[in-house]
């Protein structure tokens, strides 16, 4: 079965540092997400994207994020000056096509440590 | 804004036995979906089942099932004859039915299935 892959699986970074959290979508999929989750708190979201721009995006996702689908395969998040309270497991996820009977599939995450 | 509680942040129970997760949210839309993710720990957040709010029937997947109560606001998951296999998190999520498809979680149930 098609899968969301993540990569890295662990991604450890000075504060202060831009780190790029790369997803590869499954192929036939248009809509495309980042979700974070806080050790020991909710999953939330972050953005959602389509046709090459977001759609919707939380209070989270301020000037400091961006997201990118640099080649038709890859989705990336960008963090641009990582701060602490950026330390999150980061999930990638993905839909064929919107509307809650078309579900969207998680990666396995990333895990951001920032020091 | 849309919210979504779940109150058992931990349950256990025998192999084989029949449990109940609970949640509730709390919304003014009319139409949206409601679901119950999966995240065993090798973390890939895994779909079990979807409700839409307009279908009265109760959603069922093999052994999973829910217990939708639209005007209570409550999806409980109902999984029978557990399995060590279900040991997982259970997250419940919201989507509406209009707009861009962000899923909305709750703090998720640890449940542990025993030997």
């Known amino acids: 079965e098609p899968e969301v892959t993540q990569t890295p699986s662990h991604q450890v970074t000075q504060m202060g540092q831009e780190v790029i959290l790369r997803c590869v979508p499954i192929?036939?999929?248009?809509?495309f997400y980042w979700y974070r989750q806080i050790l020991g708190q909710k999953v939330e979201f972050l953005v959602s994207?389509?046709?090459?721009?977001?759609?919707?995006k939380s209070e989270i996702f301020d000037d400091q994020f961006s997201v990118e689908r640099p080649d038709g395969s890859n989705f990336t998040l960008k963090i641009r000056s990582t701060k602490l309270e950026d330390s999150a497991m980061y999930f990638c996820?993905?839909?064929?096509?919107?509307?809650?009977?078309?579900?969207?599939?998680f990666g396995d995450g990333t895990r951001l440590s920032i020091l | 804004a849309q919210t979504v509680t779940q109150s058992q942040p931990e349950m256990s129970v025998q192999e084989a036995e029949t449990v109940t997760l609970s949640c509730t949210y709390d919304?003014?839309?009319?139409?949206?979906?409601l679901f119950w993710y999966k995240q065993p720990p090798s973390r890939q957040m895994i779909l079990v089942i979807r409700?839409?709010?307009?279908?009265?029937q109760n959603a069922t997947e093999n052994r999973f099932s829910v217990n939708f109560q639209k005007a209570a606001k409550s999806f409980s998951l109902k999984i029978s004859d557990s399995q060590l296999g279900d040991t997982a998190m259970y997250f419940c999520?919201?989507?509406?039915?209009?707009?861009?498809?962000?899923?909305?979680f709750g703090q998720g149930t640890r449940l542990t299935i025993n030997p």
């Open positions: 996820a993905s839909s064929e096509r919107t509307g809650g009977v078309q579900p969207q599939h």
């Open positions: 192929s036939n999929h248009l809509y």
């Open positions: 994207f389509y046709n090459n721009e977001i759609s919707e």
């Open positions: 919304t003014s839309e009319n139409n949206y979906y």
């Open positions: 409700q839409e709010a307009y279908k009265q």
């Open positions: 999520a919201f989507m509406k039915h209009e707009g861009a498809q962000k899923l909305v």
